[in-house]
């Protein structure tokens, strides 16, 4: 089974959409949201690009703000729930199609450029780089890319102690010696530290604004903060957006969002 298979096979069977809605799921998603604004406030910005638009979770709504967006995605199926929740009002045009091969578009077409899932996805250097620099290349100057990565100690630390998988990890020698997770297509997703994260952005021309933890501790302890009330939930994000730009903390969150401006 080839890589676009395996992600196929994943997203037709795997919930993305009630991930994204439920209270854990919705940390990340309020998170990124209020980046997204402040950011295309700054630059008052009209164009918006998302490659990897999964279901639409972020595109959609912001179509229906008035943003003109175009979003990209490889998955078939994840483009049919996308589609079924427009009604005509939004301007969004939806298009199937692969964060590695942006060439449709021409270079600085769009305000900022949301690359929210597909570095997940992305298993080698050359893959990594490619989906970067397509995406700060078809950002105009001066406006920003905002990039998604899963992280790498969560998921030691959870499925691997926690869920009683360590010794299964280190016979596979899906672990190095410094406890980085070596991952393949197989695997679903590619996991970073901060470091990896740092050493990509200086291969293109972008400046970071900022490396945020877009869940926190949210995805530790997710059937609690499933069960919270409105009160304990809404104090929840308080508190977690109060942090989330600690770096002390970042490595630790399930997920961060690299936010980068293009010189």
Same mark, same amino acid.
């Given at each position: ?11 037709? %069977?795997?919930?993305?959409?009630? &991930? ?22 700054? @630059?008052?910005?009209? %164009? ?10 972020? %595109?959609?709504?912001? $179509? ?66 490619? #989906? ?15 990039? %998604? ?16 998988? @360590? ?9 190095? #010696? ?19 994260? $740092? ?5 293109? =021309?972008?400046? &970071?604004?900022?490396?945020? #933890?877009?869940?926190? #501790? ?16 809404? =104090? ?24 980068? &401006?293009?010189?």
């Amino acid at each position: 089974m080839n890589e676009f298979d395996i992600l196929t096979e994943y997203y037709e %069977s795997y919930d993305e959409e009630g &991930r994204l809605l439920s209270k854990h799921g919705s940390v990340e998603y309020i998170t990124t949201q209020e980046y997204i604004h402040d950011c295309a406030k700054a @630059i008052n910005a009209k %164009s918006i690009l998302e490659v990897g638009a999964g279901t639409g979770r972020y %595109s959609v709504p912001l $179509a229906k703000e008035g943003f003109d967006v175009t979003a990209v995605e490889l998955v078939e199926h994840n483009l049919d729930i996308l589609r079924q929740k427009l009604d005509g009002s939004e301007t969004l045009t939806s298009i199937q199609g692969d964060a590695l091969d942006l060439s449709r578009f021409a270079d600085n077409s769009f305000d900022m450029t949301l690359l929210l899932g597909p570095m997940y996805h992305m298993f080698t250097l050359e893959d990594k780089k490619t #989906a970067l620099s397509e995406a700060v290349r078809v950002t105009k100057q001066g406006g920003y890319i905002f990039v %998604s990565y899963c992280m790498n100690e969560p998921t030691v630390i959870g499925y691997g102690f926690k869920q009683n998988n @360590i010794q299964m990890l280190l016979e596979d020698k899906m672990l190095t #010696a410094d406890w980085h997770c070596v991952s393949e297509p197989k695997e679903i997703f590619e996991l970073y530290r901060t470091e990896d994260i $740092a050493a990509l952005d200086e291969t293109v =021309n972008v400046i &970071r604004e900022k490396l945020i #933890a877009t869940d926190g #501790a949210t995805n530790y302890m997710t059937e609690c903060i499933d069960e919270m009330d409105d009160f304990t939930f809404k =104090n929840w994000v308080d508190y977690h957006m109060s942090i989330c730009e600690r770096q002390d903390l970042i490595g630790a969150s399930h997920q961060t969002l690299d936010i980068l &401006r293009k010189n």
